[in-house]
């Protein structure tokens, strides 16, 4: 069995990337709690650097490998864009280059978010095997996006940040996409708060997480994942990531797109925070009530990122 | 002459109203920084309750009223939205009744932003006069939107937090529309830095503290007041904030609404900050060049709100 992320990696890695990232805050919003009759806080990680939380986990498996003396020459990986971009920002701050296999369809000013960063955009179908032939080609290493137990310890700074902040939340409400995010949150959850529910909430159309629970694997999907929420489109889940949420984890809901869409701007207006839509997924799932509150009383929504397309019209 | 407000009603202002407002968090823009050459921070008064600084001066002034015995049975303002709202939030937390003369053509969510916390809206060209009717009417007390030393106080915290936040700023550029908030930001920058500078922007279009500075005193603008920058549209200074800004304040610069329009996405995108137009003047002035950087190294921008019409698209 895959073993999970103990609460010590985690609380090492919040070390290790505390002096560059920035300690988000958690804010409330009396708007989203009086809507809802419950206490609703978010963890604004679109104030990221970056504009999202994928910073966290690739610093700190960058600042790993360099702690045990393994720094690559050169790192690759595979992003719609947050992960990429983190990476790109990491890579430089390490002082190695970085190329990143993006999808064709990747929204273009997160493919620009890569390059404004000084890293090498591949475009391509096959993004895990064009990413291992670029490893292999040019003798870089690969910083997966989510399935590698250093990029979840490293996420999971941001259930530690929860949790210091407000000790009360008996519901966290977390985006998934390849499940990094949510596993370590989960660990931190887990021992931290043993009774608190941890929640994740994926795209319908985009579905990886839930899907690897149903099949009991993590198999890519069999139609190319596309959603709204476009930084929640992994094409499958991981072999650690299923672990975590199979083990730590309450739900998995998915949220159909039309509840996305109608969640994203009420979430902006709110919180006056620029979102990006796979950060309104939590607010989806908990206002069609596909995620029951239950006897929630506190709960807090992990707003993943803020890296959007859109503009104010 | 009128005398400007000692740091210490600042002080006792912070004290007054510390349970009652969010502590909001100054952030540091790299996008900025890289593009003016310069660290710039932001002060997100966008995520104050009610969406705007405003609160932190309704707040301070009726409770202070409150402590002094002289609490009035109802409240009457005028304000184009913001004040308003901070003012029907404030007195709903006094328990009495408010009333708020808005201008026929205020944006229509903050008409909403102040009926929902309970508020009586009149509309009215004669803003002032409609209000000063009122009080007499029915025995309300005028809780000014600007020209009053425990409004100006109230506003002042947010310098202090500034100051607290960043010592190192040299340059503090604040929104201005009647003058409130950056009489008291440069009470505070004045007593406990003084060698920063502090500097106002209005909207071109609405330069009631520009035009009371060239003709020596508060008088209402020849032609009505209409910008992008709907929450900057005073129809006039006051004798307090006049008094303050040709005291303390180191210049006040005008800016045209283009300007203010091309500066309010990039402001929005850059900080992930979702605000009003009215805080994007800092950014346009420094843009444009009609406000120098000079020497400064360290420089904040107040964002005073974040109630905005648009929706993203």
Redesign the interface.
């Known amino acids: 069995m895959t073993p999970t992320v103990p609460l010590a990696e985690v609380e090492r890695a919040a070390e290790r990337i505390r002096s560059l990232v920035?300690r988000t805050?958690l804010?409330e919003s009396?708007r989203l709690g009086a809507e809802l009759g419950v206490r609703v806080l978010v963890k604004a990680e679109?104030?990221q650097?970056t504009?999202s939380f994928k910073l966290r986990g690739a610093l700190n498996t960058l600042l790993g490998w360099q702690e045990d003396g393994e720094l690559p020459t050169g790192v690759a990986t595979f992003s719609a864009g947050n992960h990429g971009a983190a990476v790109a920002h990491a890579a430089r701050l390490a002082g190695i280059p970085a190329v990143v296999c993006m999808p064709p369809a990747a929204v273009a000013s997160k493919v620009e978010a890569v390059r404004g960063r000084g890293a090498e955009v591949v475009f391509t179908d096959d993004l895990l095997g064009t990413c291992r032939a670029l490893c292999e080609e040019r003798g870089h290493r690969l910083l997966h996006p989510f399935d590698d137990p250093a990029v979840i310890a490293g996420q999971g700074t941001v259930g530690l940040e929860v949790l210091q902040d407000c000790p009360d939340v008996d519901l966290l409400v977390v985006p998934v996409g390849g499940g990094g995010l949510i596993s370590g949150t989960a660990v931190v959850a887990r021992a931290v708060k043993p009774g608190v529910r941890v929640a994740g909430v994926e795209p319908l159309t985009a579905n990886g997480v839930s899907h690897g629970l149903r099949v009991g694997r993590p198999e890519p999907l069999p139609v190319r994942p596309v959603s709204l929420a476009d930084g929640l489109a992994a094409p499958f889940a991981g072999e650690h990531t299923l672990a975590h949420v199979r083990e730590l984890v309450d739900r998995v809901v998915e949220i159909d797109e039309q509840s996305i869409r109608d969640a994203?701007?009420p979430l902006?207006?709110a919180?006056?925070?620029?979102?990006e839509p796979s950060a309104a997924v939590g607010l989806a799932a908990l206002r069609s009530g596909a995620l029951p509150l239950g006897d929630a009383r506190v709960v807090v929504l992990v707003l993943s990122g803020?890296n959007?397309a859109?503009?104010?019209?």
């Open positions: 920035v805050p804010l009396e679109n104030l650097h504009g994203w701007w902006v207006d919180t006056k925070l620029l979102v803020g959007t859109a503009t104010l019209g």
